[in-house]
């Protein structure tokens, strides 16, 4: 069992570029759409978070059912889900204005224990910054490395809800002791400020940089590393394509029976780029769908 903790949400997608292109309603969140995409894919999967009982966190929850993922773990609340108001730029880039006050997810609370026969838990995005969630999310995050559980960290930047830059920087540092496996963008990497041999140095087995559609990069504790390129698709946006990678990147490793530390050291260099090569596939059918739609196993000869 791979349980995702984290926020889910309502994404608002706009049908063309600019501003004031017209919306519809997607489900969506970080962590939300990692846990959707490893049903996709296959893998016992279990959503770990708290959702508003209103019509929006009614149909989140849905689409997780419809996927095959556990939600027993998911705390419920009267609060209003969150909104995430996208704007894409002419090359299908997005850019988020948040409505988080006030919202259901912000009011999660760390469970006494996983579920049973958890193997890893994978964080991130809005859910490690917005408190008092974030400080449940991370009591979570620590509690399972603790146990000697995986855990995957992406932390998906959004700086438009960081108040204070150095101190999450500070406190993203803080994690890593904690971090089995480290994914980001190469632009969440750029505004963390260190290096991924930094990173790497503080605790992780393995750092997974993306690069878009220049493809990803994996930086090991051995010193080693290896990049395979992106795979060629006509973007329609790239809503969810970090998220993909994640499961992609998880649903891989747990069918290698690699998630742990010494599984990923194990991986050597053909088995970390297929490993890339396979997340790079999946995020790319992802980005040629409107929305965060993550790939199903089929889809991918699965």
């Known amino acids: 069992m791979i349980v995702v903790a984290g926020e889910a949400l309502i994404d608002l997608v706009p049908r063309e570029a600019g501003a004031l292109a017209a919306l519809d309603p997607r489900r969506g969140g970080g962590p939300y759409n990692t846990a959707l995409a490893l049903g996709r894919l296959g893998s016992p999967a279990a959503f770990c978070s708290r959702v508003s009982r209103d019509p929006f966190g009614e149909a989140l929850l849905d689409g997780l059912r419809e996927a095959g993922v556990d939600v027993a773990s998911v705390q419920r609340g009267v609060e209003p889900t969150t909104l995430a108001a996208a704007t894409l730029d002419a090359g299908g880039s997005a850019r988020y204005s948040f409505y988080v006050e006030g919202t259901a997810d912000r009011l999660f609370t760390a469970p006494d224990r996983l579920p049973e026969g958890t193997r890893a838990v994978s964080f991130g995005t809005c859910s490690l910054v917005l408190e008092p969630g974030a400080s449940a999310y991370e009591e979570l995050m620590r509690r399972a490395a603790a146990q000697g559980v995986f855990t995957a960290l992406d932390p998906n930047i959004r700086a438009g809800l960081i108040a204070d830059p150095d101190a999450y920087r500070a406190r993203f540092k803080s994690w890593l002791p904690s971090v089995t496996l480290l994914k980001l963008s190469e632009e969440d990497a750029q505004w963390l400020g260190d290096t ?85 596939r999946a995020a790319a059918v992802t980005c040629s769908r409107a929305g965060a739609e993550p790939p199903y196993a089929h889809e991918l000869g699965l």
């Open 196 to 280: 991924p041999r930094e990173w790497l140095a503080a605790g992780p087995s393995a750092v997974v940089v993306t690069r878009g559609g220049d493809g990803l990069t994996v930086l090991t504790r051995d010193g080693s590393e290896y990049a395979v390129p992106g795979e060629r698709v006509d973007v329609v946006d790239t809503i969810g394509a970090g998220d993909t990678v994640n499961a992609a990147l998880l649903h891989g490793l747990s069918a290698r029976g690699a998630l742990s530390a010494d599984g990923l050291a194990g991986l050597g260099a053909d088995g970390w780029r297929e490993l890339l090569t396979f997340a790079a």
